[in-house]
């Protein structure tokens, strides 16, 4: 990929030139599939943003919130939006605007023509996967052609595709799977053995998985207005998992009442609020539990559990395993990438 920048009317637009050969070279999956890291950081008035050479050694390059994105062939993008609020046009098909607010995600098809990739005020982080066409037809097999036909189409006639008009939400166990890859702490062969088998399973329940396809099915039916409410509240709910979080609370936030909240916010999110939120608590505890070695206790209080008891009867609801077994869940995985014996016991 060539990085370029180009300065006019007090502007610095930097120039994004994908070259498939060269993405893929070091890829996964069948040299197939390349993630990527990007991070905008704006601090006295200048916007930086690091990550989007694709290379280890991060590299700032002061922007003007825009970057001009070309590709010299063909590829489909999975973009999260971790924190943050970020667009992609397509110039030459602009009815496939994609905007996907903090915290939410799409995908959609890059065909070889110029588009545009925008990051809004603020900070902003994002991880993004590119795939080459034909591996999500290995992948999928025929759940492609059934599920992905505008997909295909698309790509014949070289046209933009968006997967959703309005971008869903990370489902939380996807938003941990996103954190194992990014904090992946193997080298060497291990590395890839362990990014491939992540990789798939992210791609694998993005695609297919019953969460996304669950509120995948038709389009909802909801004004942009209340959309963006949803969107405020979600944003609320995740950066405050440590305090008690009321229906009147959140209804206050969004703008509208109780009932529609509830509504609303399940149409949208795919389940209730409160299921929704036990679901980001319980994730992020397992987060604080296997990267952070936090205790259960602890975990227990940073996600709003006074009583650590009560912590693990949801999280054993929750996750279908008691929190103590996490360091098993942890040691077995390990093993089997290095491919040592496992011993378990007193388990």
């Excluded at 405020?232 to 529609?260: D, Q």
Aim: net charge positive.
């Amino acid at each position: 990929m060539r990085l370029g920048a180009e300065n006019g009317n007090s502007r610095q637009l930097l120039h994004k030139e994908i070259y498939v050969d060269k993405l893929f070279k070091d890829g996964y999956i069948e040299n197939s599939v390349q993630f990527n890291n990007v991070e905008v950081t704006n601090k006295d008035g200048i916007a930086l943003i690091s990550g989007i050479d694709f290379s280890n050694t991060k590299r700032l390059f002061e922007f003007d919130s825009e970057i001009v994105v070309t590709s010299d062939e063909h590829l489909i993008k999975l973009h999260f939006s971790l924190e943050g609020t970020y667009s992609y046009q397509p110039l030459s098909h602009i009815k496939y605007l994609v905007q996907i607010p903090e915290n939410h995600c799409n995908m959609f098809y890059y065909p070889t023509s110029e588009g545009r990739d925008v990051f809004f005020n603020g900070n902003a982080k994002v991880f993004e996967v590119y795939i080459k066409p034909n591996l999500l037809q290995k992948l999928l097999g025929a759940e492609y052609r059934s599920s992905f036909g505008k997909l295909k189409d698309a790509i014949s006639n070289s046209n933009s595709f968006v997967l959703w008009d309005k971008s869903k939400f990370i489902p939380p166990h996807i938003r941990s799977k996103i954190n194992e890859i990014l904090l992946c702490p193997y080298k060497g062969a291990v590395r890839k053995r362990y990014l491939e088998s992540s990789l798939t399973v992210l791609l694998l329940d993005f695609l297919l998985g019953r969460q996304t396809s669950k509120i995948s099915k038709g389009k909802v039916k909801l004004l942009n207005s209340d959309y963006l409410a949803l969107v405020k509240v979600e944003a609320y709910i995740r950066n405050n998992l440590k305090e008690p979080l009321k229906i009147s609370e959140l209804s206050e936030i969004a703008g509208f009442n109780a009932t529609k909240l509830k509504r609303d916010f399940k149409k949208v999110y795919g389940i209730p609020v409160f299921k929704y939120i036990t679901a980001l608590r319980m994730e992020f505890a397992k987060t604080l539990i296997t990267q952070e070695g936090a205790s259960i206790a602890h975990a227990a209080y940073e996600v709003g559990y006074a009583n650590p008891q009560h912590f693990t009867t949801a999280f054993k609801r929750t996750m279908g395993y008691l929190p103590s077994q996490l360091k098993y869940i942890v040691y077995f995985t390990c093993s089997f990438l290095l491919e040592e014996p496992i011993c378990f016991m007193g388990f």
